[in-house]
């Protein structure tokens, strides 16, 4: 149940990238670039996530999986804090 949870959370997170980049690509709003930017970033946290938890349960991802998410979120801050319109 829980690999299902995770590939859910993944592709969740695919969904929202590919929808905030492609609104970024039509009205060029750099927020939505960031956001996109951000959630490519939580995309790899949870493909590491898979990684770690179901394919090899026997290494350890988790710095993999926490400096992604720290990248991630990192950008959309960058983008909140220093491309003010």
């Not at 969740?12 to 959630?39: D, E, I, M, N, P």
Request: charged share 10%.
């Amino acid at each position: 149940m829980a690999e299902t949870v995770y590939i859910l959370c993944g592709l969740t997170s695919l969904a929202c990238a590919v929808l905030l980049l492609r609104g970024y690509g039509q009205s060029k709003s750099r927020l939505l670039l960031w956001s996109g930017l951000c959630f490519l970033g939580l995309t790899a946290n949870n493909v590491f996530l898979f990684l770690d938890k179901v394919v090899f349960p026997n290494i350890d991802f988790s710095l993999w999986r926490t400096s992604s998410a720290l990248i991630a979120v990192l950008l959309l801050l960058w983008g909140m804090i220093w491309d003010v319109e």
